[in-house]
């Protein structure tokens, strides 16, 4: 895919406050990038940089090889939907949507064809009556989108637009919004807190925190080879385990050699052991590599989440089968699912 956005260098400070620092990234064509972490990290400044509200310390943004960085929002191909809605209480559906085209001055009639196209795009046909004060708040936030969309930019930028939408329709939104970006081709820029969304809807992921990049890479990279410590414990649940990685493919913990899949330590090098608690399997402890008690289960719906304690460090487990809080039991786990890092690799400074 054609490179579309590249961020240089870029840094951002308010009242001498350091809040992203020296950012690099590169966005493409046709791409679903998701900033991802928690508050404060900087992924909301980023996007209002993109944006135009906000002005870089230092640093430069490049769309389509051109530097927009003192160009104003209304002049940038980029549109932005905010958590906040921000709909025209007193226009309709169809106004709402229809209101950048007239700013265009736009022929009647090719606007009421793209505002029909948008509202099948975003299941709201038979709406473009009705009153925006009286719609769902998943519904409004469609309008949103749609009336973004209308104007064909080249980039849809997202402020966590789901947040204020319940559980269910969150998560159907999530689907839908990877199936507007689908069907456009446009470039969607999401941010968000939520590991889920991420991880459900992206293409490319970029972890921050501290105002620094931790991490970028596919949903897949980033939730089975986490880079370090942060990012293993923010996207989704991890045991980290202090181990030394004895030779390639060897890796020792809890007084006992796995095998793995890394390699290129030096040996005898101390190192962090990641395993998903889905990764890790409850068996007899009869020639168990690691023996522990039950001490806790709580019963998620789709499995049980045990805690097993072995050699007084607690292992989380995630299975579909039940035990009874006191059992001695074994704990394994096969060596594609071990993941080694460097000790302390995080990037906070």
């Known amino acids: 895919m054609k ?4 961020i240089k260098n870029l840094s951002k400070e308010f009242d001498g406050e350091i809040v992203l ?3 690099d990234l590169t966005i493409k064509e046709n791409e679903f990038v998701t900033l991802l972490g928690p508050s404060g990290c900087g992924k909301t400044t980023i996007l209002r940089i993109l944006a135009g509200f906000e002005t870089p310390t230092t640093g430069d943004i490049l769309f389509e090889g051109l530097s927009i960085v003192n160009l104003p929002p209304n002049k ?5 939907v905010f958590q906040k809605y921000a709909l025209f209480p007193h226009l309709n559906v169809f106004e709402n949507i229809a209101f950048g085209l007239r700013l265009k001055k736009m022929k009647e009639k090719d606007i009421v064809q793209k505002v029909k196209q948008m509202l099948k795009l975003v299941k709201l046909e038979n709406y473009e009556h009705r009153n925006v004060n009286r719609l769902s708040g998943g519904q409004q936030q469609r309008v949103a989108i749609a009336r973004a969309l209308v104007n064909e930019p080249k980039v849809l930028l997202l402020d966590e637009p789901l947040a204020a939408l319940d559980l269910k329709l969150r998560q159907e939104m999530q689907y839908e919004l990877k199936e507007m970006q689908r069907q456009t081709g446009i470039t969607f820029i999401y941010v968000t807190h939520d590991q889920e969304e991420a991880l459900t809807m992206s293409d490319t992921i970029v972890v ?4 620094l990049i931790q991490q970028i890479g596919t ?3 980033i939730y089975n080879e986490p880079k370090n410590r942060f990012v293993a414990n923010f996207i989704g ?3 980290i385990i202090s181990g030394i990685m004895i030779d390639d493919y060897k890796v020792k913990f809890e ?6 899949v890394d390699r290129g330590f030096h040996f005898n090098e101390p190192v962090d052991v990641i395993i998903r608690p889905e990764d890790l399997s409850i068996v007899p402890n009869d ?12 019963f998620k719906g789709v499995h049980y989440e045990i805690c097993v304690i072995v050699n007084g460090k607690e292992y989380v487990v995630h299975t579909t089968k039940n035990a009874t809080i006191g059992d001695i039991v074994g704990l394994t786990v096969e060596p594609q699912d071990i993941h080694v890092m460097e000790v302390g690799v995080v990037l906070n400074e």
């Open 237 to 239: 649940e991890s045991n």
């Open 255 to 260: 007084d006992y050699i796995f095998d793995c």
């Open 76 to 80: 940038r191909n980029l549109n932005t």
């Open 287 to 298: 020639n168990a590599p690691m023996v522990g008690v039950v001490e806790s289960i709580i």
């Open 3 to 6: 490179k579309l956005i590249e």
């Open 219 to 221: 949903p897949i990279d």
């Open 208 to 211: 921050l925190n501290n105002g």
């Open 21 to 23: 620092k020296e950012i």
